[in-house]
């Protein structure tokens, strides 16, 4: 299974258009190498998603809960930065571009995204195909299961039926793009005062490592991207939410991922 690199992505990077932004508090990725010169003899690599180059970006999208819209501090803006300081040719796609004006720039950055506060991992697979009309990712970031914890803990759900939802999921975003890549977020924990629904956290995320291992494949992989580990209480805003530090945090782990 693929884990914390993507040589496609690497492949797109020696292509990309430079763009300045900046991410507070964020370190920012090693500087890349200059790129080998392209063998024209050779055909292109059929890697996940392209190779990309400056008239064509990764569309990239956030997917998931308010945790990725932001209550109120998301990731998108840092990694935005992230991605456009290590040269990356890409764009966010979404149907919706909410971000708390108070905390973020209204310009200057890709704002779309495809996070739905409240949602479970069951609404965003009923509603998907819907979405996926409006556009075509190469690139998927998918932070989902909070709301399924909450409902399992509360509602007596079943993390079976998460689960068969996550693959619904998967198998949607394939069907609109064969090479799609799918990075699979291990969600970020509650406060640590709330043991039960940290337990139902931990099943989860032990259930999204054994689904990407079995739904990995070499034409659209699924790497799996630990949010959890060293998330602790100081990285929240009101139990649940990332402040802004734990957005940051997870900005960063996004970024690990997606860079060589």
């Not at 990309?16 to 508090?25: K, L, M, S």
């Not at 556009?135 to 803990?153: E, F, I, K, R």
């Not at 989860?204 to 799996?224: C, E, H, K, Y």
Request: charged share 20%; proline share 8%.
């Amino acid at each position: 299974m693929t884990t914390q690199s993507s040589t496609w992505v690497s492949l797109a990077l020696t292509l990309a258009v430079a763009c300045t932004a900046e991410a507070p508090g964020v370190d920012l990725p090693v500087p890349l190498p200059a790129p080998d010169e392209p063998d024209e003899s050779e055909p292109d690599d059929p890697t996940p998603g392209g190779p990309r180059g400056d008239e064509e970006p990764l569309q990239i999208l956030p997917l998931g809960d308010s945790i990725t819209v932001g209550g109120p501090f998301t990731y998108r803006y840092a990694l935005h930065n992230l991605l456009s300081e290590a040269e990356l040719s890409f764009g966010f796609v979404g149907s919706d571009d909410w971000v708390d004006l108070d905390l973020y720039p209204a310009d200057g950055w890709d704002r779309d995204h495809e996070g739905h506060g409240g949602w479970t991992t069951g609404d965003i697979d009923d509603e998907l195909e819907t979405f996926l009309a409006g556009y075509t990712p190469d690139v998927v970031l998918v932070h989902l299961g909070t709301n399924d914890a909450s409902d399992v803990v509360n509602n007596g759900a079943s993390l079976r039926t998460s689960e068969a939802a996550m693959t619904s999921i998967v198998e949607k975003l394939r069907a609109d793009n064969p090479s799609v890549a799918i990075y699979l977020a291990q969600i970020i924990p509650f406060e640590t005062s709330n043991v039960e629904l940290n337990e139902t956290v931990d099943d989860w995320n032990q259930r999204l490592a054994q689904l990407s291992s079995g739904l990995d494949t070499s034409s659209s992989p699924i790497s799996l991207v630990d949010m959890n580990t060293g998330f602790g209480d100081a990285d929240l805003n009101d139990g649940v939410h990332p402040n802004e530090q734990g957005a940051a945090r997870m900005a960063q782990a996004w970024a690990e991922a997606l860079l060589p």
